[in-house]
């Protein structure tokens, strides 16, 4: 014994280093995520290809059980499908909103008949008066862009004239200097992807590229996007200016819209209904 | 020891791991050489200390490094490396007993002992510190290389720090 501590302080140096670079070693490997990764998985490599090999012949094995059991969740789910598929589950969204005074509100439709080809389109939704609806409000598409106003309602379904029309006249701005000017389709230009901003004074800058959004002004909330100018310089025969533009929804492939209930339109039509047009 | 030589070395520990922490950890040639001047403390550690103490003092210098590097651990083993490979090192090179010089600094030792000193020590320590940091062997290459040059950079950046202390009459 006492030899044994003779020995073991004549090269304490040595046992000293073990001892610390034991510790220093631990202190690495575990609290570095790299090298615990490296010690980890070296040490699972082995025990995971085991476990790989067993495991293949256990799903064989249960190959039978696997099938009784899928086959019931398909029946499961094939029912629940059933179920679903005969309601219509988008309800009125109904955002009670004290503070803020929310303005408007969206209602989630589905376009059940829609035309595009037609100089003045019109297309059916399947919400009516019963959901809230009411003719003139506004209609956007989910995606990006505006689709129109509603023009007739019944009590299960409503029809939207669609921008594609030739007596819808939307109020847009350039977005940049919030020139205001009103969107129309049509004028010799039937391609449903196009459309015109007219109306715009003569003094404002249109570029190729600036965007066009609604003025918030008339049924729609301000800024949503319509879409990009393609082409300054339209010659039309008013003094006013005039751009084309492309826009950025896609009337042939409208399956959803959204009806914009505006809280205060009624307020806002009778107010503006007492100043009279030519005063 | 002395309390003039525990206060000297307190504030070469302060001074050497501010300019490591705060100077050259943003430093570096290419991501290749990377100099480790705090070695430096340790190297200048009086002849006479004990080697239990040595090796606590290494340990606690390369944990304070490894909380700025975080890197847990890595500095650490690789300053309880150093701090063999000097116990070693001066063992073989030195009688024992007749030494009455109070550091191995260049100052005392002289050139060719101290450059010898301090090449084998910070190759221990670079070895150990880039390859703990690289933790595999598939890139044995690159890690030699970053620790060759990194051992060139240190060793000269230590030489010239001791020369600039370079004590004329005390040799």
């Known amino acids: 014994m006492r030899n044994l501590w003779i020995f073991i302080s004549r090269y304490n140096a040595f046992f000293l280093f073990i001892i610390f670079s034991t510790v220093g070693l631990i202190l690495t490997v575990k609290n570095n995520a790299y090298q615990r990764s490296v010690t980890l998985n070296s040490t699972n490599e082995v025990v995971g290809t085991a476990y790989e090999r067993l495991n293949i012949f256990k799903r064989y094995l249960n190959l039978g059980s696997v099938n009784d059991s899928l086959s019931t969740e398909n029946a499961k789910l094939k029912t629940q499908l059933l179920q679903l598929t005969t309601v219509d589950s988008a309800k009125d969204v109904k955002v009670i909103d004290t503070v803020t005074n929310q303005q408007y509100t969206y209602l989630a439709a589905k376009v059940v008949k829609n035309s595009v080809t037609l100089r003045n389109n019109v297309m059916t939704i399947n919400k009516g008066a019963i959901d809230g609806i009411k003719p003139g409000m506004a209609v956007i598409s989910p995606q990006k862009g505006v689709v129109g106003f509603i023009r007739d309602v019944s009590e299960h379904l409503a029809t939207i004239q669609s921008l594609l029309h030739k007596d819808t006249k939307i109020s847009v701005i350039v977005k940049k200097n919030h020139a205001l000017g009103s969107l129309v389709w049509g004028d010799g230009n039937f391609d449903i992807r196009k459309a015109f901003i007219k109306e715009v004074p003569n003094h404002i800058k249109i570029n190729v590229g600036d965007t066009i959004v609604t003025s918030g002004y008339a049924s729609f909330p301000a800024n949503i996007l319509v879409g990009r100018v393609s082409k300054t310089n339209v010659t039309t025969n008013d003094n006013f200016l005039s751009a084309e533009l492309n826009l950025f929804n896609d009337f042939s492939t409208l399956q959803y819209v959204y009806v914009v209930k505006d809280k205060k339109a009624d307020e806002q039509k009778a107010l503006e209904s007492i100043v009279k047009p030519n005063e | 020891m002395n309390s003039r030589t525990i206060i000297i070395n307190i504030v070469r520990w302060v001074l050497l791991l501010f300019v490591q922490v705060f100077l050259l950890k943003n430093m570096g040639f290419y991501d290749l050489s990377t100099p480790f001047i705090y070695v430096l403390f340790l190297l200048l550690l009086p002849f006479n200390i004990p080697n239990i103490l040595l090796y606590i003092i290494a340990f606690g210098t390369g944990l304070t490094l490894d909380a700025f590097y975080d890197t847990?651990?890595?500095?650490?083993?690789?300053?309880?490396?150093?701090?063999?490979?000097?116990?070693?090192?001066?063992?073989?090179?030195?009688?024992?007993?007749?030494?009455?010089?109070?550091?191995?600094?260049?100052?005392?030792?002289?050139?060719?002992?101290?450059?010898?000193?301090?090449?084998?020590?910070?190759?221990?320590h670079h070895l150990v510190l880039f390859f703990l940091e690289a933790f595999k062997l598939s890139e044995i290459g690159y890690t030699l290389i970053r620790c060759g040059l990194s051992v060139i950079f240190t060793v000269l950046l230590i030489l010239l720090i001791e020369f600039i202390f370079y004590k004329r009459t005390s040799r």
Request: some cysteine; glycine content about 4%; hydrophobic content about 55%.
């Open chain 2, 72 to 124: 847990m651990g890595v500095h650490a083993t690789a300053c309880v490396v150093l701090a063999f490979v000097r116990i070693s090192f001066i063992a073989i090179s030195l009688n024992k007993d007749a030494h009455d010089d109070p550091e191995p600094s260049l100052s005392y030792m002289g050139f060719q002992w101290f450059a010898l000193y301090s090449l084998l020590c910070i190759i221990a």
